[in-house]
């Protein structure tokens, strides 16, 4: 099994506790990520969820295997492609923000397509990033995420 599918595979969903400090406006916080990772910038783009996240062992663990995947996906270099595909909102207390990537340098084809997802929740006095996930797929919409 390629070592990208498997880390990636090893990555579910990173979970914070609701102690975590409210982002303003969740496209911005999910753009800024986004942008960290087309630009071929893994730890860039860690540190930025990582200041979303509770400081908990798990979380750190799963963090480290999420710079090990962005590391590993990205080392082609940047993507041609970073567009925000979907925003999805439930109510007025939940949004789910998808982004499309295209790394054109991948040796494995389907490593092209790398799509992340952020999961925001409102506290009621702003929004909290409860998830982020990511998969690598050629199909749309992407295969296990209900969209």
């Given at each position: 099994m390629n070592k990208i599918f498997y880390l990636?595979?090893?990555?579910?969903?990173?979970?914070?506790?609701?102690?975590?400090?409210?982002?303003?406006?969740?496209?911005?916080?999910?753009?800024?990520?986004?942008?960290?990772?087309?630009?071929?910038?893994?730890?860039?783009?860690?540190?930025?969820?990582?200041?979303?996240?509770?400081?908990?062992?798990?979380?750190?663990?799963?963090?480290?295997?999420?710079?090990?995947?962005?590391?590993?996906?990205?080392?082609?270099?940047?993507?041609?492609?970073?567009?925000?595909?979907?925003?999805?909102?439930?109510?007025?207390?939940?949004?789910?923000?998808?982004?499309?990537?295209?790394?054109?340098?991948?040796?494995?084809?389907?490593?092209?397509?790398?799509?992340?997802?952020?999961?925001?929740?409102?506290?009621?006095?702003?929004?909290?990033?409860?998830?982020?996930?990511?998969?690598?797929?050629g199909k749309f919409p992407v295969p296990g995420?209900?969209?």
């Amino acid at each position: 099994m390629n070592k990208i599918f498997y880390l990636i595979s090893l990555l579910t969903s990173l979970q914070v506790s609701p102690a975590v400090s409210a982002v303003v406006d969740p496209s911005a916080t999910s753009r800024e990520i986004s942008t960290f990772v087309a630009k071929a910038k893994p730890d860039a783009a860690v540190a930025a969820i990582e200041s979303s996240l509770a400081p908990m062992p798990s979380v750190q663990y799963n963090l480290e295997q999420l710079r090990a995947a962005l590391s590993s996906l990205t080392k082609s270099g940047p993507a041609d492609v970073n567009d925000e595909i979907s925003v999805k909102k439930y109510g007025q207390s939940i949004q789910i923000v998808t982004y499309y990537l295209y790394f054109p340098n991948q040796d494995v084809p389907e490593n092209h397509f790398l799509f992340l997802r952020y999961t925001f929740m409102s506290d009621g006095s702003g929004w909290i990033m409860t998830s982020f996930d990511l998969k690598t797929s050629g199909k749309f919409p992407v295969p296990g995420w209900g969209d």
